[in-house]
């Protein structure tokens, strides 16, 4: 996505606990999905995202969520622990780790977002 000053952001977002936060118009973090997938309003990743990255003040910022832990990592970029099996999800798509297998990775190609890429987790049993 681009800021408004023309730079990227880039960014990683819970859909799952968006999605579920989206029926509470009070959230401090509302997304309003009918808007997006209406096409009148746009997904833009924010600093309260699992991860945030804005290219122009090269600002990064992680946090967790409901779902996820985020565990910052040089070797494999950005991992993240689900909070229910505790499976590590590495995002890295150039990674061969055995957490890159923990989650079935789709990209697609959008002409309002450029590429946008899902990690689809099975969660495999709750600890």
Do not use: T
Not at 50 to 71: E, H, P, T
Not at 100 to 118: E, H, K, L, T
């Amino acid at each position: 996505m681009r800021s408004q000053k023309g730079f990227d952001i880039s960014g990683y977002i819970d859909l799952e606990q968006s999605l579920r936060e989206s029926s509470c118009r009070n959230s401090e973090h509302y997304v309003n999905w009918q808007a997006i997938f209406e096409g009148k309003a746009k997904l833009v990743p924010g600093p309260h995202d699992l991860s945030y990255f804005d290219w122009y003040s090269n600002k990064v910022r992680f946090n967790d969520s409901a779902n996820f832990r985020v565990i910052p990592n040089g070797a494999h970029s950005l991992l993240m622990m689900h909070r229910g099996d505790l499976k590590v999800v590495c995002v890295n798509a150039g990674c061969n780790c055995s957490d890159s297998r923990n989650a079935i990775r789709n990209v697609y190609r959008s002409s309002i977002y450029g590429d946008c890429m899902f990690f689809d987790h099975i969660i495999r049993r709750i600890h």
